[in-house]
Protein backbone atom coordinates (compact mmCIF):
# COMPACT_ATOMS: atom_id res chain seq x y z
CA UNK A 1 0.00 0.00 0.00
CA UNK A 2 1.63 3.39 -0.85
CA UNK A 3 -1.05 6.12 0.29
CA UNK A 4 1.84 8.03 2.59
CA UNK A 5 -1.22 9.99 4.19
CA UNK A 6 -2.59 6.82 5.50
CA UNK A 7 1.62 5.61 6.42
CA UNK A 8 2.20 8.32 8.50
CA UNK A 9 -0.84 8.44 10.80
CA UNK A 10 0.59 5.15 12.26
CA UNK A 11 2.61 5.24 15.42
CA UNK A 12 3.17 1.76 14.06
CA UNK A 13 4.48 2.27 11.05
CA UNK A 14 8.13 1.14 11.71
CA UNK A 15 6.31 -2.30 12.14
CA UNK A 16 4.27 -2.25 9.98
CA UNK A 17 0.94 -2.23 12.13
CA UNK A 18 -1.67 -0.11 12.39
CA UNK A 19 -3.70 -0.37 15.88
CA UNK A 20 -4.98 1.63 18.45
CA UNK A 21 -3.00 -0.60 21.56
CA UNK A 22 -5.43 1.36 24.32
CA UNK A 23 -8.21 -0.59 22.73
CA UNK A 24 -8.55 -4.57 24.07
CA UNK A 25 -10.45 -5.14 20.69
CA UNK A 26 -7.64 -3.42 18.38
CA UNK A 27 -7.42 -4.84 15.17
CA UNK A 28 -3.91 -4.64 13.99
CA UNK A 29 -2.91 -5.97 10.34
CA UNK A 30 0.23 -5.84 7.99
CA UNK A 31 0.70 -3.27 5.70
CA UNK A 32 2.41 -5.57 3.02
CA UNK A 33 -0.97 -8.03 2.89
CA UNK A 34 -4.33 -7.50 1.94
CA UNK A 35 -6.39 -5.65 4.73
CA UNK A 36 -9.92 -7.02 5.40
CA UNK A 37 -12.36 -5.39 7.74
CA UNK A 38 -16.23 -5.30 8.55
CA UNK A 39 -17.66 -8.10 10.27
CA UNK A 40 -20.37 -10.50 9.72
CA UNK A 41 -21.92 -10.82 6.30
CA UNK A 42 -20.26 -7.63 5.20
CA UNK A 43 -16.33 -7.19 5.26
CA UNK A 44 -14.42 -5.71 2.52
CA UNK A 45 -10.56 -5.78 1.20
CA UNK A 46 -9.33 -2.00 1.42
CA UNK A 47 -7.55 -0.48 -1.68
CA UNK A 48 -6.05 2.63 -0.71
CA UNK A 49 -4.88 3.74 -4.39
CA UNK A 50 -8.20 3.92 -6.00
CA UNK A 51 -8.73 7.31 -7.37
CA UNK A 52 -5.49 8.32 -7.08
CA UNK A 53 -4.54 11.59 -9.19
CA UNK A 54 -2.44 13.89 -9.32
CA UNK A 55 -3.27 16.80 -7.12
CA UNK A 56 -1.58 19.30 -9.34
CA UNK A 57 -4.30 18.82 -12.20
CA UNK A 58 -6.91 17.00 -10.64
CA UNK A 59 -7.08 18.57 -6.93
CA UNK A 60 -9.70 17.55 -4.26
CA UNK A 61 -9.71 19.81 -0.66
CA UNK A 62 -13.09 18.30 1.11
CA UNK A 63 -14.76 14.68 -0.56
CA UNK A 64 -17.79 15.15 0.70
CA UNK A 65 -19.80 12.91 -1.54
CA UNK A 66 -20.01 10.27 -4.04
CA UNK A 67 -22.64 8.57 -6.28
CA UNK A 68 -23.27 6.15 -8.95
CA UNK A 69 -24.83 7.07 -12.11
CA UNK A 70 -27.33 5.28 -14.14
CA UNK A 71 -23.95 4.26 -16.54
CA UNK A 72 -22.03 3.05 -13.59
CA UNK A 73 -19.97 6.05 -12.91
CA UNK A 74 -18.86 7.11 -9.96
CA UNK A 75 -19.20 10.73 -9.51
CA UNK A 76 -17.55 12.24 -6.58
CA UNK A 77 -17.81 15.97 -5.23
CA UNK A 78 -15.48 18.17 -3.59
CA UNK A 79 -15.27 21.67 -2.57
CA UNK A 80 -11.88 22.28 -4.30
CA UNK A 81 -13.52 25.06 -7.00
CA UNK A 82 -10.97 23.90 -9.22
CA UNK A 83 -12.75 20.75 -10.04
CA UNK A 84 -16.08 20.08 -8.18
CA UNK A 85 -17.11 17.24 -9.69
CA UNK A 86 -14.99 14.04 -10.61
CA UNK A 87 -15.97 11.78 -12.01
CA UNK A 88 -14.58 7.91 -12.50
CA UNK A 89 -15.10 4.35 -13.70
CA UNK A 90 -15.07 1.50 -11.59
CA UNK A 91 -11.38 1.04 -11.20
CA UNK A 92 -10.64 4.60 -10.36
CA UNK A 93 -9.80 6.05 -13.82
CA UNK A 94 -10.60 9.31 -14.26
CA UNK A 95 -13.28 10.27 -17.05
CA UNK A 96 -14.19 13.58 -16.83
CA UNK A 97 -14.05 16.85 -14.44
CA UNK A 98 -16.56 20.14 -14.15
CA UNK A 99 -17.81 22.71 -11.66
CA UNK A 100 -16.19 25.43 -10.46
CA UNK A 101 -18.49 27.63 -8.36
CA UNK A 102 -18.95 25.33 -5.53
CA UNK A 103 -17.19 26.74 -2.80
CA UNK A 104 -19.31 25.05 0.41
CA UNK A 105 -19.86 22.07 -2.36
CA UNK A 106 -21.31 19.30 0.38
CA UNK A 107 -24.48 17.44 -0.69
CA UNK A 108 -24.71 15.49 -3.48
CA UNK A 109 -28.15 13.25 -4.54
CA UNK A 110 -28.34 11.44 -8.17
CA UNK A 111 -32.04 11.35 -9.58
CA UNK A 112 -33.03 10.18 -12.35
CA UNK A 113 -36.41 11.78 -14.70
CA UNK A 114 -37.57 10.40 -18.47
CA UNK A 115 -34.28 8.23 -18.70
CA UNK A 116 -31.54 10.72 -17.89
CA UNK A 117 -29.71 11.50 -14.44
CA UNK A 118 -29.49 14.86 -12.33
CA UNK A 119 -27.79 16.23 -9.84
CA UNK A 120 -28.82 18.18 -6.41
CA UNK A 121 -25.77 20.16 -4.94
CA UNK A 122 -26.31 21.66 -1.44
CA UNK A 123 -23.66 24.35 -1.14
CA UNK A 124 -23.64 25.87 2.27
CA UNK A 125 -21.60 28.39 1.29
CA UNK A 126 -23.42 29.11 -1.59
CA UNK A 127 -26.86 29.31 0.87
CA UNK A 128 -28.50 27.48 -2.01
CA UNK A 129 -29.69 24.23 -3.45
CA UNK A 130 -28.37 23.86 -7.24
CA UNK A 131 -30.00 21.39 -9.68
CA UNK A 132 -27.53 20.40 -12.58
CA UNK A 133 -27.76 17.49 -15.76
CA UNK A 134 -25.28 15.09 -14.61
CA UNK A 135 -22.47 17.17 -17.04
CA UNK A 136 -22.91 20.00 -14.63
CA UNK A 137 -26.35 22.31 -16.76
CA UNK A 138 -27.89 24.09 -13.96
CA UNK A 139 -31.51 24.14 -14.33
CA UNK A 140 -32.85 24.70 -10.61
CA UNK A 141 -31.57 26.87 -7.93
CA UNK A 142 -33.26 27.31 -4.51
CA UNK A 143 -32.27 30.13 -1.96
CA UNK A 144 -33.18 30.55 1.34
CA UNK A 145 -36.33 29.74 2.67
CA UNK A 146 -37.50 33.59 3.60
CA UNK A 147 -40.65 32.69 3.72
CA UNK A 148 -40.55 30.35 6.68
CA UNK A 149 -39.99 33.56 9.05
CA UNK A 150 -37.18 31.74 10.45
CA UNK A 151 -34.12 33.15 8.46
CA UNK A 152 -33.57 36.66 8.44
CA UNK A 153 -30.37 36.64 5.88
CA UNK A 154 -29.25 34.37 3.84
CA UNK A 155 -26.15 33.32 5.39
CA UNK A 156 -28.71 31.26 8.59
CA UNK A 157 -29.19 28.71 5.52
CA UNK A 158 -26.53 26.30 5.11
CA UNK A 159 -28.08 22.83 3.86
CA UNK A 160 -25.92 19.97 3.93
CA UNK A 161 -28.00 17.20 2.30
CA UNK A 162 -31.02 17.09 -0.50
CA UNK A 163 -32.97 13.86 -1.03
CA UNK A 164 -36.07 13.37 -3.76
CA UNK A 165 -39.15 11.55 -3.88
CA UNK A 166 -40.63 9.03 -6.95
CA UNK A 167 -43.16 12.78 -7.30
CA UNK A 168 -40.46 15.17 -7.98
CA UNK A 169 -40.37 16.58 -4.39
CA UNK A 170 -37.37 18.00 -2.84
CA UNK A 171 -36.52 17.87 1.14
CA UNK A 172 -33.72 19.44 2.11
CA UNK A 173 -31.50 19.03 5.83
CA UNK A 174 -30.86 22.95 7.35
CA UNK A 175 -27.68 21.04 8.78
CA UNK A 176 -25.41 23.13 9.54
CA UNK A 177 -28.39 26.24 9.79
CA UNK A 178 -31.72 26.33 11.54
CA UNK A 179 -31.93 22.24 11.57
CA UNK A 180 -35.28 22.60 10.05
CA UNK A 181 -36.22 19.67 7.22
CA UNK A 182 -37.84 21.72 4.28
CA UNK A 183 -40.34 20.59 2.04
CA UNK A 184 -40.26 21.66 -1.56
CA UNK A 185 -42.33 20.50 -5.21
CA UNK A 186 -40.76 20.16 -7.73
CA UNK A 187 -40.57 23.28 -9.44
CA UNK A 188 -38.60 24.79 -6.09
CA UNK A 189 -41.61 25.89 -3.93
CA UNK A 190 -42.08 25.59 -0.28
CA UNK A 191 -44.67 23.74 0.94
CA UNK A 192 -43.75 22.97 4.66
CA UNK A 193 -40.83 22.35 7.26
CA UNK A 194 -40.42 20.93 10.33
CA UNK A 195 -37.76 20.13 12.87
CA UNK A 196 -35.53 22.53 14.31
CA UNK A 197 -32.54 23.06 16.64
CA UNK A 198 -32.97 21.28 19.89
CA UNK A 199 -33.36 17.92 22.18
CA UNK A 200 -37.01 17.35 21.36
CA UNK A 201 -37.89 14.06 19.74
CA UNK A 202 -38.53 16.05 16.39
CA UNK A 203 -35.32 18.25 16.92
CA UNK A 204 -31.89 18.00 16.08
CA UNK A 205 -28.55 18.87 16.60
CA UNK A 206 -26.85 18.94 13.64
CA UNK A 207 -29.33 17.54 11.08
CA UNK A 208 -26.61 16.28 8.97
CA UNK A 209 -28.18 13.75 6.29
CA UNK A 210 -31.41 13.02 4.40
CA UNK A 211 -32.49 10.03 2.47
CA UNK A 212 -35.99 8.49 1.23
CA UNK A 213 -37.02 5.47 2.95
CA UNK A 214 -39.10 3.13 0.73
CA UNK A 215 -38.00 -0.38 1.45
CA UNK A 216 -41.35 -0.24 3.19
CA UNK A 217 -43.08 0.56 0.01
CA UNK A 218 -46.64 0.61 1.91
CA UNK A 219 -45.70 3.27 4.21
CA UNK A 220 -42.39 5.42 2.93
CA UNK A 221 -40.38 7.87 4.95
CA UNK A 222 -37.57 10.00 5.23
CA UNK A 223 -34.46 9.28 7.37
CA UNK A 224 -32.33 11.82 9.24
CA UNK A 225 -29.04 12.02 10.93
CA UNK A 226 -29.10 13.94 14.06
CA UNK A 227 -25.09 13.69 14.09
CA UNK A 228 -24.03 15.34 17.31
CA UNK A 229 -27.28 13.38 19.18
CA UNK A 230 -25.80 9.77 17.88
CA UNK A 231 -28.98 9.26 16.51
CA UNK A 232 -30.82 8.36 13.15
CA UNK A 233 -34.60 9.89 13.09
CA UNK A 234 -37.13 8.95 10.68
CA UNK A 235 -40.17 10.80 10.14
CA UNK A 236 -43.37 10.53 7.78
CA UNK A 237 -43.39 12.54 4.31
CA UNK A 238 -45.89 14.91 6.37
CA UNK A 239 -42.75 15.98 8.57
CA UNK A 240 -44.71 13.40 12.03
CA UNK A 241 -41.76 11.97 13.79
CA UNK A 242 -41.86 7.93 14.23
CA UNK A 243 -38.71 6.78 15.63
CA UNK A 244 -35.35 7.13 16.91
CA UNK A 245 -32.28 5.34 16.39
CA UNK A 246 -29.38 5.01 18.49
CA UNK A 247 -25.83 4.71 17.16
CA UNK A 248 -23.69 5.02 20.69
CA UNK A 249 -20.56 6.75 20.11
CA UNK A 250 -20.92 7.18 16.18
CA UNK A 251 -21.22 10.55 14.98
CA UNK A 252 -23.05 9.49 11.58
CA UNK A 253 -23.40 11.64 8.30
CA UNK A 254 -26.12 10.80 5.53
CA UNK A 255 -27.57 7.29 5.58
CA UNK A 256 -27.26 5.61 2.32
CA UNK A 257 -30.15 2.83 1.24
CA UNK A 258 -28.68 -0.05 -0.67
CA UNK A 259 -31.17 -2.55 -1.05
CA UNK A 260 -32.33 -3.84 2.16
CA UNK A 261 -29.45 -1.97 4.32
CA UNK A 262 -28.54 1.48 4.89
CA UNK A 263 -25.09 2.63 5.09
CA UNK A 264 -23.28 5.19 7.28
CA UNK A 265 -19.78 7.14 7.16
CA UNK A 266 -19.17 8.04 10.64
CA UNK A 267 -17.17 11.07 11.12
CA UNK A 268 -16.13 10.28 14.55
CA UNK A 269 -15.91 8.12 17.19
CA UNK A 270 -17.90 9.80 20.34
CA UNK A 271 -14.98 9.11 22.98
CA UNK A 272 -11.96 8.70 20.69
CA UNK A 273 -8.70 10.15 21.77
CA UNK A 274 -8.04 11.16 17.92
CA UNK A 275 -10.55 13.45 16.14
CA UNK A 276 -10.20 11.59 12.99
CA UNK A 277 -11.48 8.60 14.80
CA UNK A 278 -14.11 7.67 12.14
CA UNK A 279 -15.33 4.10 10.56
CA UNK A 280 -18.49 2.57 8.61
CA UNK A 281 -21.49 1.79 10.28
CA UNK A 282 -23.97 -0.74 8.35
CA UNK A 283 -27.07 -1.93 9.47
CA UNK A 284 -30.32 -3.72 8.61
CA UNK A 285 -33.67 -3.48 7.39
CA UNK A 286 -34.41 -4.07 11.25
CA UNK A 287 -32.13 -1.30 12.59
CA UNK A 288 -29.86 -3.64 14.07
CA UNK A 289 -25.87 -2.30 13.00
CA UNK A 290 -24.42 -5.32 11.63
CA UNK A 291 -20.92 -4.50 10.53
CA UNK A 292 -18.61 -1.36 11.33
CA UNK A 293 -15.84 -1.69 9.46
CA UNK A 294 -12.60 -0.06 10.85
CA UNK A 295 -14.30 -0.34 14.23
CA UNK A 296 -15.70 -2.51 17.02
CA UNK A 297 -17.90 -5.13 16.25
CA UNK A 298 -21.25 -4.28 16.80
CA UNK A 299 -22.71 -6.03 20.21
CA UNK A 300 -25.97 -5.87 21.76
CA UNK A 301 -26.66 -5.99 25.58
CA UNK A 302 -29.56 -5.27 27.58
CA UNK A 303 -31.56 -4.70 24.52
CA UNK A 304 -29.23 -1.96 23.70
CA UNK A 305 -26.05 -1.56 21.65
CA UNK A 306 -22.87 -1.11 23.12
CA UNK A 307 -20.88 2.07 22.14
CA UNK A 308 -18.87 1.89 19.07
CA UNK A 309 -15.38 3.00 18.21
CA UNK A 310 -12.55 3.16 15.81
CA UNK A 311 -10.00 0.52 16.58
CA UNK A 312 -7.49 1.23 13.62
CA UNK A 313 -6.85 4.30 11.67
CA UNK A 314 -8.10 3.26 8.23
CA UNK A 315 -9.70 6.28 7.99
CA UNK A 316 -9.90 10.13 8.68
CA UNK A 317 -13.29 11.89 9.14
CA UNK A 318 -15.15 9.44 6.50
CA UNK A 319 -17.68 11.74 5.33
CA UNK A 320 -19.83 9.65 2.94
CA UNK A 321 -19.89 6.13 1.62
CA UNK A 322 -21.07 5.07 -2.06
CA UNK A 323 -22.42 1.52 -2.84
CA UNK A 324 -21.88 0.33 -6.53
CA UNK A 325 -23.99 -2.27 -8.20
CA UNK A 326 -20.89 -4.59 -7.44
CA UNK A 327 -22.16 -4.39 -3.80
CA UNK A 328 -18.15 -2.53 -3.65
CA UNK A 329 -18.11 0.61 -1.12
CA UNK A 330 -16.17 4.08 -1.88
CA UNK A 331 -15.52 6.00 0.93
CA UNK A 332 -15.54 9.61 0.62
CA UNK A 333 -13.47 11.72 3.65
CA UNK A 334 -13.61 15.63 5.00
CA UNK A 335 -10.55 16.72 6.82
CA UNK A 336 -8.00 14.29 5.26
CA UNK A 337 -4.77 15.87 4.19
CA UNK A 338 -6.79 16.30 0.23
CA UNK A 339 -6.74 12.51 0.09
CA UNK A 340 -8.86 10.87 -2.37
CA UNK A 341 -11.70 8.23 -1.77
CA UNK A 342 -10.81 5.07 -0.48
CA UNK A 343 -12.21 1.57 -2.16
CA UNK A 344 -13.39 -1.06 0.03
CA UNK A 345 -14.34 -4.41 -1.82
CA UNK A 346 -16.90 -6.41 -0.74
CA UNK A 347 -15.53 -10.29 -0.18
Known amino acids: MSR ?25 FNTSKDVIVGHQSHRYKVDLNWGNLNPLHTPVQDCHEMVQDSKG ?13 IIYDKSGKLLETWGTTYPGAHGLTLIQENGEDF ?51 IYVADGYGEQLILHYNHKGELLDFFGGKGKDEDQFLNAHGICYDTRNSEHPSLLISAREMNQLK ?13 VPGALICRPVIHKKDIYFAVLQS ?30 YKNN ?13 HPHDVCIDDDENMYVAQWNSGQSYPIKLTRI
Open 234 to 246: RFSLEGDFLETIN
Open 304 to 316: GLDELYQTIRLFQ
Open 119 to 169: LFITDYERHQIIKTTIDGKEILTIDYPVETGKYNVKEAFKPTETTVTENGD
Open 270 to 299: RNALYDDSGFILIMNENNEVISCPGATAPS
Open 73 to 85: RIVLLTNHVKNNI
Open 4 to 28: RKFLKQSSCFGMGLLTYPMYESAFS
